[in-house]
């Protein structure tokens, strides 16, 4: 099987099966999801949708954050991981929000990485869900999934490489929706250890199955 026709079978299933997946994280508006975003760095989205609607409630804006301090906003997210560098990445991004962005989310990539805390996968995150951009934010999820379905070259080690080759094979439309599908089935079916190949609906052009069932197609 050629990878145009991986592609073209990952998008044809999802298209029908899972045309409105999103994210499991809980947000209001786009600042919301920015800082559960951020906070879901090596964090599950479970822990993370437990932790905020508190915070939400009591820092609604980033002149909230930016008006806070270590030692009260802290508590609200001691449970997460690595919460002291969090706290502090929270703090910095309420303080540039409002000094550098009139309080308003960026739009672009290069903006979005400006911000405390927010790397090139957040970046993509935001300008995916919020915008609707062609952004591919690769999570380990998306990493271990589209390389055992062959959607990317098995020897593409970073997760820059694996976004450049999804972005160049995926239609633009789709894009944001797939960012969804790949985690989704990584969560819930593809998993690292022990993956679910009895009941998964895609080993049919499955890399990683064909290989595992020695499969010659």
């Known amino acids: 099987m050629t990878r145009k026709q991986r592609y073209e ?20 508006n786009p600042f919301e999801l920015l800082v559960a975003v951020v906070l879901s760095a090596q964090c599950t989205d479970k822990r993370i949708n437990m932790v905020t609607p508190k915070l939400f409630q009591d ?17 609200y997210i001691k449970t997460v991981s690595y919460p002291n560098n969090k ?11 409002v000094e550098d962005f009139n ?21 993509n995150v935001i300008t995916s869900v919020i915008w609707n ?22 020897n593409s080690n970073t997760p820059l490489a694996v976004e450049k080759q999804l972005v160049s094979h995926l239609p633009k439309e789709v894009i944001p929706l797939a960012h969804h599908w790949l985690i989704l089935h990584g969560r819930y079916t593809c998993l690292a250890r022990t993956p679910k190949c009895e009941s998964c609906a895609l080993t049919s052009f499955c890399r990683y199955f064909e290989k595992k069932e020695g499969i010659a197609r």
């Open 9 to 28: 079978a990952f998008i044809a299933y999802f298209s029908k099966n899972q045309p409105q997946a999103e994210t499991e994280l809980q947000y209001g």
């Open 59 to 75: 820092f609604p804006t980033p002149a909230h954050l930016a008006a806070s301090h270590f030692d009260e906003l802290f508590p």
């Open 87 to 97: 706290t502090k990445h929270l703090l910095g991004l309420g303080k540039m929000l």
């Open 103 to 123: 309080s308003e989310i960026p739009e672009t990539i290069e903006d979005l990485q400006k911000l405390p805390g927010v790397g090139r996968k957040t970046a």
């Open 133 to 154: 951009q062609p952004s591919m934010a690769v999570d380990t999820h998306v990493f271990r999934v589209s390389k055992r379905l062959g959607l990317v070259n098995q």
